[in-house]
């Protein structure tokens, strides 16, 4: 079974390797992982591949004694595969083209979240959400409960968000 797990590691030499032998104890194939870097450490965001008899509370105790903390732990599936980079732009060209909106575009880069307009906000990031200047005025707020975000996820949105403001204007010119 293919699962997300995200949990924060001290970012000191070897400590990731701790924790991906503790996976490996348990026949848990990492498929892919992405290091976002926070104040309280390495964040660590894995796909895996584990046998199916393993449980969420299984992973989160092999997470554990790997010596990770906060484990967040999600089914996944075969769509995770496709690289990071390779996914953002897909959802760029998407939006950039017509077949998709800023905001589902937006939703599909950070998963399971809500996303509501206002009229008047700012940029930044918390934990639990962010605000995002809309290119057509106004302000995207960004909410979800879990995973928290990371700052290398608020610079992808933001990123998202400046391209698609790009592409407007030069449309428009």
């Not at 584990?50 to 089914?75: H, K, N, S, Y």
């Not at 906000?121 to 909410?143: E, I, K, N, W």
């Amino acid at each position: 079974m293919l699962w997300r797990i995200r949990a924060t590691v001290d970012d000191r030499p070897g400590f990731l390797s701790v924790l991906t032998a503790s996976l490996a104890l348990r026949k848990v194939n990492i498929l892919s992982v992405q290091v976002h870097t926070t104040e309280s450490g390495a964040v660590d965001d894995f796909l895996v591949e584990a046998p199916d008899e393993l449980t969420r509370a299984d992973l989160a105790d092999a997470v554990q004694r790997g010596r990770g903390r906060d484990p967040w732990i999600a089914p996944a599936d075969v769509r995770g595969l496709i690289d990071e980079p390779t996914r953002v732009l897909a959802l760029a060209t998407k939006v950039l083209d017509g077949r998709a909106g800023l905001e589902e575009a937006l939703a599909a880069l950070l998963g399971d979240c809500d996303i509501s307009w206002r009229s008047s906000g700012s940029g930044g990031f918390t934990a639990t959400g962010m605000q995002l200047s809309d290119p057509a005025g106004g302000t995207l707020y960004v909410r979800r409960a879990e995973p928290v975000f990371t700052p290398a996820e608020y610079a992808r949105a933001q990123a998202l968000v400046e391209l698609v403001g790009v592409a407007t204007r030069h449309t428009a010119a």
